[in-house]
């Protein structure tokens, strides 16, 4: 076993994916939303929301986002020093880690769960 280590944390990471993923999301459907169509969405709870707050992240804080996973990938290429991590994929957060620097996730159950009625 190789330690791996990195100078960003879970929550930062994360910040990273959500954040370039609301202006991304916000791009696809920015004809609907200025149509109107977002309140006739039906589940108001979920992707509406994150198009409005999308919509006023200025240029300058996505292009910071942006420099800031730049500096995430470059990190974690010098620290590769294995071909492949293997770890506990319980949290989804940590399985999306690897999103934003371009490396591939599989998930493999290693147990099963006696189900319940």
Request: a negative charge.
């Amino acid at each position: 076993m190789v330690p791996f280590k990195l100078n960003y944390t879970v929550d930062s990471v994360q910040g990273i994916l959500n954040f370039t993923m609301d202006v991304e999301m916000l791009t696809h459907f920015d004809e609907w939303q200025r149509s109107g169509l977002d309140d006739a969405y039906e589940a108001q709870d979920q992707w509406p929301y994150e198009l409005r707050r999308a919509r006023v992240i200025t240029a300058v804080d996505y292009l910071q986002a942006q420099r800031a996973r730049e500096r995430l990938i470059q990190e974690v290429e010098k620290s590769f020093t294995v071909d492949a991590f293997i770890g506990n994929a319980t949290d989804w957060e940590k399985v999306c880690m690897g999103n934003p620097v371009g490396m591939l996730v599989i998930v493999r159950r290693t147990y099963w769960f006696d189900q319940i009625d």
